[in-house]
């Protein structure tokens, strides 16, 4: 999912205006959102013929492998995620843990609804493998059209898309408001160019048509059967980013984005592949096994060449940027949600609210890019590693959308199984070829997942165990309150204590009268409430409850998409007494030092992960735009 657009408004209703509207979307679309699966051509076709298992170039392989291509892109991005997934939103949100929240709220007292939500999270996880990989493939691969211009810039290939990455993760912090408008009119031009380059070939080779005919992917399985599956990992390329169209509704809206997809980008697509599909038939065999070792530059005319490198230079690089706003937008999602501990987010637009910058996740997305480059030196290298990311979130989406159908659409089971049941062959298969690359580079991806979701399980259930370790102990507050208002000074003003559960004394509150010794007249326990929604409707935003004696419970209820601005909620909250003067209000915080427990909840080696990760998070202030001046922090320590 990225971010480098904003929520996507509701068009008006009918007439000139509401289509003006839908197709200025559909084209905002077009350059945020089909980046990544509109630079598959640069090497989805290729590495089919001349990756680590090179299949002949005769008409039966090219027919059966162009045949593939149109249909998984059919059955997989068309069918699967534009027909049927962009129908189960969550509030027009979608993506992995997006669907999570909608399908928990269905089935959450399950006694299998823990089992959807470690789905979710690890396609979540799987994910930023995918947010390595897309980069540094995206880019090399761009720029590996050199070779093809000219032999003599082999030895540049390399600085120079190190030097392009590095300058895309630097320019990050300063967000993309004002590049993002170029975005679409770049792949517009390109989508464009690439049709044109596919329709020359097929105009020349018509007999490429041919390979529409089902019947041609069929027998690629007849004549090769164990090479025909393992070519499955590399076809599946042409499809990567299937899984951004359905994260990326929420800024467009389902219907601009399928009037995008199939008005304008699935048709360039397929007319590139078929165009490629047709030179390497047309060409003598001598020529095709040159051109096949970079078939899409080839589709161009020596003198069009080089102008083709810098076009597709241009548009791997918007093609990154969409990835990397996505990481930031997954990860802003996975702390709202509690499986990420806070971290710094700084918001890049003083008018778009999705337009944020993670300085941790930006460098670390980096490092890892720039160790891939020198690592696998070579896109097709590279492409080894990719398949089993994405293959992985697909079959994962496959999976939950199974639960999807039965448990929040209600559908029978003898319908929704044959759906679910194809989908499975089919991304299932795609998932089991690219299994058989993991020695030759599908560990990182895997590797990289396993780390993010065993990061992400820890916060969460160590956040968990704490909450109830704090709650065992702590005070109903309706008796502290009763209790304190004789047994301590009052004094003016008003005292916040920020408290993780609506139920209970905050630490901070037992610990400030209790060294202090003094209550302010006015003492509110606010909780923070992330929903299983997207956003909340304003006047849902605050609850409170007046306890008497100056004391208030309140909460604040956020979605998982919003920021989390407390002064501005508070500043809409009128009901605890009277305004919230920031200059007379003072925040109080507690922080939690984790001490061993002689009877662990859970392993030792995960708590010191909780910890280390404890340790390192955002201050509470920073991430609820606290005042600075007007912040009191007080410890405690918690065994879990």
Same mark, same amino acid.
């Given at each position: ?22 197709? #200025? =979307? ?6 945020? @959102?089909?980046?990544?699966? +509109? $630079?598959?051509?640069?090497? !989805? ?115 120079? #898309? =190190? ?6 993760? @630097?320019?990050?912090?300063? +967000? $993309?408001?004002?590049?993002? !408008? ?116 080839? =589709? ?12 597709? $230079? ?192 905050p630490s901070a509150l037992l610990h400030n009268i209790k060294h202090n010794k003094v209550l302010h007249e006015r003492v509110v326990i606010l909780t923070i409430n992330i929903v299983d929604e997207p956003y909340v409707d304003p006047e849902a935003r605050c609850t409170m409850t007046d306890l008497g004696d100056g004391f208030y419970r309140s909460v604040l209820n956020y979605g998982f998409m919003e920021e989390t601005d407390v002064p501005l909620g508070l500043k ?69």
């Open positions: 999912m990225n971010d480098t657009a904003a929520p996507a408004h509701q068009p008006p209703p009918g007439g000139k205006s509401h289509s003006a509207s839908k197709a #200025a =979307l559909a084209v905002g679309a077009i350059g945020i @959102v089909f980046g990544d699966i +509109g $630079t598959s051509p640069l090497y !989805a076709f290729r590495e089919t013929f001349a990756g680590a298992h090179p299949l002949a170039l005769d008409n039966a392989h090219v027919l059966g492998v162009v045949s593939l291509i149109f249909w998984s892109m059919t059955l997989v991005v068309s069918i699967q995620y534009v027909t049927i997934l962009m129908r189960a939103d969550n509030k027009g949100q979608g993506g992995s843990l997006a669907l999570v929240a909608l399908i928990s709220r269905s089935i959450s007292q399950s006694k299998y609804g823990w089992m959807a939500v470690l789905l979710g999270v690890f396609a979540t996880s799987l994910f930023y493998g995918d947010s390595m990989i897309t980069p540094a493939i995206s880019v090399l691969s761009a720029v590996e059209g050199l070779r093809v211009v000219d032999t003599r810039f082999e030895r540049f290939v390399i600085p120079i #898309a =190190l030097v392009l990455l590095v300058f895309l993760f @630097v320019i990050q912090k300063r +967000g $993309t408001a004002k590049v993002g !408008a170029l975005f679409a009119p770049v792949m517009i031009v390109y989508f464009s160019v690439i049709a044109a380059l596919g329709t020359w070939q097929i105009v020349q080779t018509p007999a490429i048509l041919w390979a529409l005919n089902p019947w041609h992917a069929i027998n690629f399985f007849i004549l090769d059967g164990w090479l025909a599956f393992l070519a499955l990992g590399s076809v599946v390329l042409a499809v990567t980013g299937s899984e951004a169209l359905y994260s990326d509704m929420g800024h467009f809206g389902r219907g601009p984005m399928r009037l995008s997809w199939f008005g304008f980008v699935m048709p360039c697509l397929l007319l590139n592949y078929f165009g490629q599909g047709a030179m390497i038939i047309g060409l003598p065999p001598e020529q095709a096994a040159q051109a096949i070792l970079n078939p899409f530059f080839f =589709l161009a005319a020596e003198e069009w060449r080089l102008p083709l490198v810098l076009l597709a $230079t241009v548009a791997t690089f918007i093609a990154s940027q969409a990835v990397i706003s996505g990481a930031f937008s997954i990860t802003h999602q996975a702390i709202q949600m509690g499986y990420i501990p806070r971290l710094n987010i700084r918001h890049t637009s003083e008018t778009e609210g999705g337009q944020i910058y993670i300085p941790v996740v930006n460098w670390a997305l980096m490092v890892a890019v720039i160790v891939l480059v020198l690592t696998f030196q070579t896109s097709s290298n590279l492409a080894n590693a990719y398949g089993i990311a994405v293959t992985g979130a697909v079959t994962i989406d496959t999976l939950l959308m199974a639960v999807l159908l039965v448990g929040v659409w209600k559908w029978r089971w003898w319908y929704a199984a044959p759906v679910v049941l194809l989908f499975l062959i089919v991304d299932g298969a795609y998932f089991a070829a690219n299994l058989t690359k993991v020695a030759a580079g599908g560990w990182f991806p895997l590797v990289v997942g396993l780390v993010a979701f065993t990061l992400l399980t820890t916060w969460a259930r160590g956040r968990k165990l704490m909450r109830e370790r704090m709650s065992e102990s702590a005070l109903p507050l309706e008796i502290f309150a009763k209790s304190a208002k004789n047994s301590a000074v009052r004094v003016p003003g008003t005292a916040i204590f920020m408290a993780s559960s609506t139920a209970g004394v809409k909250m009128q009901r605890c007494g009277g305004e919230f003067d920031m200059m007379h209000t003072s925040f109080f915080l507690s922080r939690q030092t984790l001490l061993p427990s002689e009877k662990p909840a859970m392993p030792l080696w995960r708590e010191k992960i909780f910890a280390w990760l404890l340790r390192n998070s955002a201050s509470a202030m920073d991430f609820f735009k606290l005042p600075t001046n007007r912040v009191v922090e007080l410890g405690s320590q918690v065994e879990i």
